[in-house]
């Protein structure tokens, strides 16, 4: 079909997710049509390289003809098992199965679900029932970090902690509280590790102690704050906040659904800090955005209780049509193949220098304030004035600005609208993508500070 015709049929008819209704209908739809590696091609034929990995998920990149062909078989064989009446299928056990193997040895028991949106739903309805089954139904108060994200369940998106999560959409809820963000660049003590640390461990303190520590249940917080911003804490930041969730006898809920499958390095940024979270929650990756597919991962702690928490026939009444599905699956086993026998896992740490690298050359640029990174995730903040730190006057609308030029260039990444470029190329990235990435960003820069507006800003 023709381009137009379809941009036409897309603001009549397609909803798009976290856009504005109208900015949407006013901009239409931009058509992508194929991929292949890191590349992508629109509907005009234009060639794009992805320094995204689309949604911080395609981390194998795109057009990986193994993946394709595990789906095609089990499309085949059995394209749907439930996990229903005691059923399931091989690939959603073997899955599960190696899990359990590569994730923090404290995690032993996995659900599988679409995203990760209700994967952290799963976790909070997981955590409500083991209080209650605990016989400690007190226990309803959420902890998250200011910036956070957790997805935009009904619930989950009183977690998520960016105003328009909550706008018209009636959140927080009151057992929903956040904290400040472990944020290096414009935290009061600076770049200090230490007290970024420390001020992070006293914040959790002091909001337990204000909501009495009987009345909370768990502190959710993401290693490396991804759609806040890239916000990366100081290295021992997440084993700190385990520590201080133990201490303070609340659970310890990880949010790995960006960080997780090699984005940050490991497989898991837990494994970097030996952290032992009660929960994981995990997506993206998971599968490459091949299909999709979310998981929480709980201890056997947690297993048991809610295993124990009602007489052995009283079901656990939390479940969904696609939970465990086995083309998700056999895809999920694939990808996992492909990060550590294929060598994904190891090009991405072997990468890393060429990613941070031209980040910080970035750093001279006259709009660069910080640059940022840990892994093959990274951003870049821009600033009107370095020294005071001083953002850009949202009415020149920046991240817009940078958006189109982008896409001009070829190059796709996410343009926050507080002035924060983020970054998450996949794990197949060679020295010449992050060469023409580079490049191509170089120019993107040069041309927004080259428009009047911004040049007087
Ligand atoms: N948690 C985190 C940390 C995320 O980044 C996201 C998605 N960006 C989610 C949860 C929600 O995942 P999904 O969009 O798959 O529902």
Same mark, same amino acid.
Request: glycine residues 10%; aromatic residues 10%; negative net charge.
């Given at each position: 079909?023709?381009?137009?015709?379809?941009?036409?049929?897309?603001?009549?008819?397609?909803?798009?997710?976290?856009?504005?209704?109208?900015?949407?209908?006013?901009?239409?739809?931009?058509?992508?049509?194929? /991929?292949? /590696?890191?590349?992508?091609?629109? +509907?005009?034929?234009?060639?794009?390289?992805?320094?995204?990995?689309?949604?911080?998920? $395609?981390? #194998?990149?795109?057009?990986? =003809?193994?993946?394709?062909?595990?789906?095609?078989?089990?499309?085949?064989?059995? &394209?749907?098992?439930?996990?229903?009446? +005691?059923?399931?299928?091989? &690939?959603?056990?073997?899955?599960?199965?190696?899990?359990? =193997?590569?994730?923090?040895?404290?995690? #032993?028991?996995?659900?599988?679900?679409?995203?990760?949106?209700?994967?952290?739903? %799963? @976790?909070?309805?997981?955590? #409500?029932?083991?209080?209650?089954?605990?016989?400690?139904?007190?226990?309803?108060?959420?902890?998250?970090?200011?910036?956070?994200?957790?997805?935009?369940?009904?619930?989950? *998106?009183?977690?998520?902690?960016?105003?328009?999560?909550?706008?018209?959409?009636?959140? &927080?809820?009151?057992? !929903?509280?956040?904290?400040?963000?472990?944020?290096?660049?414009?935290?009061?003590?600076?770049?200090?590790?230490?007290?970024?640390? @420390?001020?992070?461990?006293?914040?959790?303190?002091?909001?337990?102690?204000?909501?009495?520590?009987?009345?909370?249940? %768990?502190?959710?917080?993401? &290693?490396?704050?991804?759609?806040?911003?890239?916000?990366?804490?100081?290295?021992?930041?997440?084993?700190?906040?385990?520590?201080?969730?133990?201490?303070?006898?609340?659970?310890?809920? $990880?949010? =790995?659904?960006?960080?997780?499958?090699?984005? #940050?390095?490991?497989?898991?940024?837990?494994?970097?800090?030996?952290?032992?979270?009660?929960?994981?929650?995990?997506?993206?990756?998971?599968?490459?955005?091949?299909?999709?597919?979310?998981? $929480?991962?709980?201890?056997?702690?947690?297993?048991?209780?809610?295993?124990?928490?009602?007489?052995?026939?009283?079901?656990?009444?939390?479940?969904?049509?696609?939970?465990?599905?086995?083309?998700? %699956?056999?895809?999920?086993?694939?990808?996992?193949?492909?990060?550590?026998?294929?060598?994904?896992?190891?090009?991405?740490?072997? !990468?890393?220098?060429?990613?941070?690298?031209?980040?910080?050359?970035?750093?001279?640029?006259?709009?660069?304030?910080?640059?940022?990174?840990?892994?093959?995730?990274?951003?870049?903040?821009?600033?009107?004035?370095?020294?005071?730190? !001083?953002?850009?006057?949202? =009415?020149?609308?920046?991240?817009?600005?940078?958006?189109?030029?982008?896409?001009?260039?070829?190059?796709?990444?996410? %343009?926050?609208?507080?002035?924060?470029?983020?970054? *998450?190329?996949?794990?197949?990235?060679?020295?010449?993508?992050?060469?023409?990435?580079?490049?191509?960003?170089? !120019?993107?820069?040069?041309? $927004?500070?080259?428009?009047?507006?911004?040049?007087?800003?």
């Amino acid at each position: 079909m023709q381009t137009s015709d379809l941009v036409a049929l897309d603001r009549k008819h397609l909803i798009h997710p976290v856009a504005s209704f109208r900015e949407h209908e006013q901009a239409g739809v931009t058509i992508l049509q194929s /991929g292949r /590696g890191a590349y992508l091609s629109d +509907h005009q034929g234009k060639e794009l390289l992805d320094a995204f990995s689309g949604l911080w998920c $395609v981390n #194998t990149g795109y057009g990986q =003809e193994s993946i394709v062909r595990v789906a095609a078989e089990q499309m085949s064989r059995l &394209p749907y098992a439930t996990g229903y009446f +005691h059923f399931g299928s091989e &690939p959603a056990i073997l899955l599960a199965e190696k899990l359990v =193997e590569l994730s923090p040895a404290s995690l #032993t028991h996995v659900y599988f679900t679409l995203g990760g949106s209700d994967a952290v739903d %799963a @976790a909070i309805r997981y955590i #409500t029932h083991y209080y209650n089954s605990l016989g400690q139904p007190q226990k309803k108060q959420f902890i998250s970090l200011e910036r956070g994200y957790h997805g935009s369940s009904s619930v989950g *998106a009183g977690l998520t902690a960016l105003p328009n999560f909550h706008f018209n959409f009636d959140l &927080p809820l009151p057992t !929903q509280n956040y904290i400040a963000s472990p944020y290096p660049y414009r935290s009061p003590v600076g770049h200090d590790d230490a007290a970024i640390i @420390a001020g992070s461990v006293a914040a959790l303190r002091a909001k337990v102690a204000e909501l009495g520590a009987d009345n909370v249940a %768990a502190f959710f917080c993401e &290693p490396i704050q991804g759609s806040g911003g890239v916000i990366v804490p100081p290295f021992g930041w997440l084993k700190a906040m385990q520590k201080t969730c133990n201490e303070l006898g609340i659970l310890f809920v $990880v949010d =790995e659904v960006i960080t997780g499958f090699g984005r #940050t390095g490991p497989l898991f940024a837990c494994l970097a800090e030996d952290v032992q979270p009660d929960l994981m929650t995990m997506a993206k990756g998971l599968t490459a955005g091949y299909a999709p597919m979310g998981a $929480v991962m709980m201890s056997d702690r947690i297993y048991n209780t809610i295993a124990d928490g009602a007489a052995a026939h009283v079901v656990v009444g939390h479940g969904q049509t696609y939970s465990g599905h086995p083309v998700s %699956a056999a895809i999920g086993l694939e990808v996992l193949r492909l990060y550590h026998e294929g060598g994904l896992l190891a090009n991405g740490v072997a !990468q890393e220098p060429n990613f941070a690298g031209g980040l910080r050359d970035l750093l001279s640029h006259p709009l660069v304030g910080d640059a940022r990174s840990r892994g093959l995730l990274g951003a870049l903040e821009l600033v009107a004035d370095k020294d005071s730190k !001083q953002r850009f006057a949202p =009415e020149l609308k920046l991240h817009e600005r940078i958006a189109t030029a982008a896409y001009e260039q070829g190059l796709i990444f996410r %343009a926050f609208g507080d002035n924060i470029l983020g970054f *998450a190329p996949a794990l197949c990235y060679s020295s010449d993508d992050f060469a023409l990435m580079f490049s191509r960003l170089k !120019q993107i820069l040069d041309t $927004v500070l080259e428009q009047p507006e911004v040049r007087k800003a």
